[in-house]
């Protein structure tokens, strides 16, 4: 094992080839999603398009990460346009939610599952809407026919699925309707057998015809809130019918010549162009990866960063945030001066700041049509099967994105009517010269402004495909599933002698196995301008694949 140009020899061979061509590009956390991406690009749809449908599959073949009652974000470029635009697809709290209702049932903090986890308004379906309107070339319809196709027929369940339904099959088994759809002869749905869905079937045909309105003003958004009301939610139909998804200019920053663009907070996307900012200051060549400085520079710049992003995340629209501070060159030069190669900054030695909740589950995608128009998408109910809450007869979870929101009045993301909560998710996208040059996101929580850093890195300084940028070992500081504390997780292919190494310096290690979930699912594409050919992957730690031709 050696380094060459900073290179780690044991990381180029990988489980999976990167996939090549020139006519498209699809990559998808489920292979029949990514199939369907194909499809409808070879009848002549946008990237755009494809994404949607894409999408709406997952909604249908991995319901504990994506589906019709979550958020999303994306970014986009046109070859019209030739810009990156960005829209927030997340929703508001409800016009009747805020912190005195929850304090005078006697709670200190939101609950993360059952109705009263859902305080939010699903963006999801408005989001696909808004980009429909902007950029389809297809009939609405025909994006939601595998969608369908799949929710009423059913399809064979994958081994990783049904292992998240055997992990949650008490919360599963709490209501009628989703005991219904995942257990069979009284247990939980095993690996193979098939998962029909015949209610969500049914919202996607509504969604189908009738375009979002069927959602939010329809008979979906009717059977939500009857059974909001059945089960002393909060949400109202005044919640749905006034809601709007926004289109907004993006953030980025500069990163060794590569324009990088992020969706603005409520996402926290604004921590990778903060945490790129630092990493520009190294000579990651030299530092070569997979050794102890990188894995230690990688962890200090996301614990440095993630102090900024906490203080000022949440609803843009409630707060003064300070971007041209926060993304300068020069801050990241004053937050530079608490970094050392020996030792780990304690976050103690700032201003301890309120706790932020992880998140948990989420399906990142990324499309790239013929001419080049390429999207970047990111789609989560949240939590593994978001709140656990299924209103009777639509056959999908409601989020509990709400759940992120603080009672604490002087949070930064404390709850408040009508107001966006802080979100993990973040879609990526690079430009060269004005191009798209890569398409990159995961799912993980915290994990995912590390798992972007990593794989940008990987690609620019070190030369990597894309593939092997996504399959090279990883890591994840912070708090992951289910934990209060935060560690340095690092994946079993990390050598003792490194692991070693990063502990004298302070660093406290939790070792999980080699391509762990853990550490979320990747996909990306690259593309090659010179050679007018896109490069796609995806990650062998989910059930996707990457399609190009």
Not at 21 to 35: C, F, I, R
Not at 98 to 112: A, H, T
Not at 360 to 383: C, M, P, W
Request: overall charge negative.
């Amino acid at each position: 094992m050696g380094l060459q140009n900073g290179k780690n020899d044991s990381f180029l061979d990988t489980g999976r080839p990167v996939v090549e061509g020139k006519n498209g590009a699809v990559t998808s956390p489920h292979y029949l999603a990514t199939q369907t991406g194909k499809r409808i690009l070879d009848q002549g749809g946008h990237a755009v398009e494809a994404a949607i449908a894409v999408n709406s599959v997952l909604c249908v073949v991995i319901p504990h990460m994506a589906g019709l009652g979550g958020d999303l974000f994306a970014l986009v470029w046109d070859q019209h346009e030739k810009e990156v635009k960005s829209l927030n697809g997340s929703g508001k709290s409800g016009s009747q939610v805020n912190r005195e209702v929850y304090k005078q049932k006697g709670l200190n903090e939101i609950p993360e599952r059952g109705p009263l986890a859902v305080n939010t308004v699903p963006g999801t379906v408005d989001g696909w809407w808004s980009l429909h309107q902007h950029y389809g070339k297809l009939e609405w319809s025909l994006l939601f026919e595998d969608a369908i196709h799949y929710a009423k027929e059913g399809f064979p369940i994958t081994e990783k699925t049904s292992s998240y339904v055997q992990e949650k099959a008490d919360l599963l088994n709490e209501q009628p309707e989703t005991a219904n759809v995942f257990f069979k002869n009284g247990r939980p749905i095993l690996s193979g057998e098939l998962l029909v869905q015949p209610n969500l079937a049914w919202a996607f045909e509504q969604i189908s015809k009738e375009g979002r309105d069927a959602f939010y003003k329809g008979d979906i958004a009717d059977k939500i809130i009857a059974s909001m009301e059945k089960h002393d939610g909060l949400m109202v139909k005044e919640d749905f019918t006034n809601h709007t998804v926004e289109w907004e200019d993006p953030i980025s920053t500069n990163y060794r010549g590569y324009e990088i663009y992020q969706v603005k907070p409520n996402t926290q996307g604004i921590a990778v162009l903060m945490m790129l900012n630092m990493l520009e200051k190294y000579d990651l060549t030299s530092i070569g990866d997979g050794t102890p400085d990188y894995y230690h520079l990688m962890a200090e710049v996301a614990k440095l960063k993630f102090r900024f992003r906490d203080e000022w995340v949440t609803d843009s629209q409630s707060i003064d945030l300070p971007y041209d501070t926060l993304l300068s060159k020069s801050f990241s030069s004053e937050v530079n001066e608490h970094f050392s190669w020996n030792n780990i900054f304690r976050p103690e030695e700032l201003e301890e700041l309120p706790k932020v909740k992880g998140s948990r589950d989420t399906a990142y995608l990324s499309v790239v049509d013929k001419e080049g128009n390429s999207i970047s998408l990111i789609q989560s109910i949240f939590h593994e099967f978001g709140s656990g809450f299924m209103p009777e007869g639509v056959g999908f979870f409601l989020q509990n994105r709400g759940s992120h929101f603080s009672l604490d009045p002087n949070h930064p993301n404390s709850l408040e009517p009508n107001k966006r909560t802080f979100h993990t998710i973040i879609p990526g996208m690079a430009l060269k010269d004005g191009k798209p040059y890569m398409l990159f996101g995961a799912m993980g929580g915290e994990g995912q402004p590390q798992t972007q850093c990593a794989m940008l890195t990987r690609v620019i300084d070190f030369g990597y495909n894309i593939q092997q940028a996504i399959e090279a070992p990883r890591w994840l500081y912070g708090k992951t599933w289910g934990e209060d504390s935060s560690s340095f997780n690092l994946e079993g292919r990390v050598t003792s002698e490194i692991i070693d190494d990063l502990k004298k310096r302070g660093h406290e290690i939790e070792m999980v196995e080699n391509y762990s979930q853990t550490m979320g699912h990747a996909q990306g594409v690259v593309i090659d301008h010179k050679r007018g050919v896109y490069s796609a992957g995806a990650d062998l730690r989910g059930d996707g694949i990457a399609l190009c031709w």
